[in-house]
C-alpha cells in the first residue's frame, strides 16, 4: 500500500520565522504536488515536481523532490500570516491509478 | 466564474434522510471527482469518472451512489444518512485522468459542502 507521510502534523510559528515541512514515502512517485487548503475551502495546487532532485521556487515558498522520487519538501521563508492553511501533498503515477494523499500539515502564522 | 461549483454548501440533515449533492465544472475537464475529507484532514478519494465512466469506486457504503449525466456534472446522492457520514465533500476535476499520460495532473477543487447528520 502506498502511503505519504507528513510532518510535522501541526506548526505554530510567528511571523517571519522560516519553516519546512516534509512529504515522505517508501514508494517512488512520478510526481509530486503539494496544495494548501485555507479554511472553509477546497485544496488549490502550488506546484508539481516530476523530476528527481527537482527544486522550484514560488516566491517565498520553496519545494523540493528527492533525488529517489520517494520525498519532497516545502520550505517557507519569513512567514507571513496569508501562509496559514493546512499544506498537503499528493503523490501521482501510483500503481492504481489513484492520486495518493498525504495527511497533511495544519499551519498556523501568528502575526 | 466559479471553475468547479457545487451545492449545497452547507447541509444540516437527520439520520435516515436522503440527500443530494450537485457538482458542475466549467472547465472542460474530462475527469470528475468526489472526495471526503473528515474532522482529522484526510482527503480521500471516493468516486472518478472519466467522460461519464466510473473509473475509481473506492470502499465507499453503498449507500453513496454518483450520477454523472454528462461530463461537466457529477452528483452525490446518500441514501440513509448515518452520523458518520458527517464531513466536508469536495468535488473535483482535471483534464486528465488518474494515471493518465498527462503527468502532474492537476486536481481543481470546489469549495466543499459541509454536511452534518444530527
Known amino acids: 500500500t502506498q502511503l505519504l507521510e507528513q510532518s510535522p502534523q501541526f506548526l505554530s510559528i510567528q511571523e517571519g520565522e522560516n519553516l519546512t515541512v516534509y512529504c515522505n514515502s517508501s514508494?517512488?512517485?512520478?510526481?509530486l504536488q503539494w496544495y494548501r487548503q485555507e479554511p472553509g475551502e477546497g485544496p488549490v495546487l502550488l506546484v508539481t515536481?516530476?523530476?528527481g532532485g527537482e527544486v522550484k521556487k514560488l516566491k517565498r515558498l520553496t519545494f523540493q523532490f528527492g533525488d529517489a522520487r520517494k520525498d519532497s519538501s516545502l520550505h517557507i521563508t519569513a512567514a507571513q500570516p496569508g501562509d496559514t492553511g493546512l499544506y498537503l501533498c499528493?503523490?501521482?503515477?501510483?500503481?492504481?491509478?489513484?492520486?495518493?494523499w498525504g495527511l497533511g500539515t495544519s499551519l498556523a502564522v501568528n502575526p | 466564474d466559479t471553475a468547479v461549483s457545487q451545492t449545497p454548501k452547507y447541509l444540516v440533515t437527520q439520520m435516515g434522510n436522503d440527500k443530494s449533492i450537485k457538482c458542475e465544472q466549467n472547465?472542460?475537464?474530462?475527469?470528475m471527482y468526489w472526495y471526503k475529507q473528515d474532522s482529522k484532514k484526510f482527503l480521500k478519494i471516493m468516486f472518478s469518472?472519466?467522460?461519464?465512466?466510473?473509473?475509481i469506486n473506492e470502499t465507499v457504503p453503498n449507500r453513496f451512489s454518483p450520477k454523472s449525466p454528462d461530463k461537466a456534472h457529477l452528483n452525490l446522492h446518500i441514501n440513509s444518512l448515518e452520523l458518520g457520514d458527517s464531513a466536508v465533500y469536495f468535488c473535483?476535476?482535471?483534464?486528465?485522468?488518474?494515471?493518465?499520460?498527462?503527468?502532474?495532473?492537476?486536481?481543481?477543487f470546489g469549495e466543499g459542502s459541509w454536511l452534518t447528520v444530527v
Open positions: 499528493a503523490g501521482g503515477g501510483g500503481n492504481n491509478r489513484k492520486l495518493i
Open positions: 514508494s517512488v512517485f512520478s510526481s
Open positions: 515536481v516530476v523530476t
Open positions: 472547465l472542460g475537464h474530462d475527469t
Open positions: 469518472y472519466n467522460n461519464k465512466e466510473l473509473i
Open positions: 473535483a476535476s482535471s483534464q486528465d485522468r488518474p494515471g493518465g499520460r498527462m503527468t502532474g495532473n492537476t486536481i481543481y
